[in-house]
T-cell receptor, first 110, second 115 residues
Framework: SQQGEEDPQALSIQEGENATMNCSYKTSINNLQWYRQNSGRGLVHLIL?????REKHSGRLRVTLDTSKKSSSLLITASRAADTASYFC??????????FGTGTQLKVEL | ETGVTQTPRHLVMGMTNKKSLKCEQH?????MYWYKQSAKKPLELMFVYNFKEQTENNSVPSRFSPECPNSSHLFLHLHTLQPEDSALYLC??????????????FGPGTRLTVL
């Protein structure tokens, strides 16, 4: 199975609610990154958390990392319809390679 | 032009055709990547180039042939493809050895359909 696995695969919420996505991985990492992809487009980098960090914020995004459990979560607060997209975690194990998960499809309804 | 651009955005080809995908990055990065994204599968890394040198070939079939003439341009030459090669092909670039820690910048992708 792949390095990064997101959970849930799909999430549907109402505008204004919070959305939480989880990512699990298997090996040691240098950092973990979250990306967003709008339908049929390229990925956009959202936030990076290093292996020695536990929590990071960027605007409405909050990322946590638990290296003992090999897991990360992405929280989007006060969601908007424009947040509708697929979200991927990617692990950096060194050697300038990223390993991506299967993604969480988020739908934010008005 | 800024960021990472890819052409064409859409491509339909027969199994006997030869075509090329082009990627250009305007970010001054020193590493470039090709990824394949198929439905319901994780993003698959195909090739990595550091300073124009190929450093990774992820067991990609020889019908895909990459070319990196300089650190700003990356091509993917396609020949005798199969229908299962239909996918979104994404190019990315990053600055290796600097900050922020291998954040990758992606192009919009080429949607490839093989008939």
């Amino acid at each position: 199975s792949q390095q990064g696995e997101e959970d849930p695969q799909a999430l549907s919420i109402q505008e204004g609610e919070n959305a939480t996505m989880n990512c699990s991985y298997k090996t040691s990492i240098n950092n973990l990154q979250w990306y967003r992809q709008n339908s049929g487009r390229g990925l956009v980098h959202l936030i990076l958390i290093r292996s020695n960090e536990r929590e990071k914020h960027s605007g409405r995004l909050r990322v946590t990392l638990d290296t003992s459990k090999k897991s990360s979560s992405l929280l989007i607060t006060a969601s908007r319809a424009a947040d509708t997209a697929s979200y991927f975690c990617a692990t950096d194990e060194g050697g300038n390679k990223l390993t991506f998960g299967t993604g969480t499809q988020l739908k934010v309804e008005l | 032009e800024t960021g990472v651009t890819q052409t064409p955005r859409h491509l339909v080809m027969g199994m006997t055709n030869k075509k090329s995908l082009k990627c250009e990055q305007h970010l001054g990065h020193n590493a470039m990547y090709w990824y394949k994204q198929s439905a319901k599968k994780p993003l698959e890394l195909m090739f990595v180039y550091n300073f124009k040198e190929q450093t990774e070939n992820n067991s990609v079939p020889s019908r895909f042939s990459p070319e990196c003439p300089n650190s700003s341009h990356l091509f993917l030459h396609l020949h005798t493809l199969q229908p299962e090669d239909s996918a979104l092909y994404l190019c990315a670039s990053s600055q290796v050895g600097g900050l922020p820690y291998n954040e990758q910048f992606f192009g919009p992708g080429t949607r490839l359909t093989v008939l």
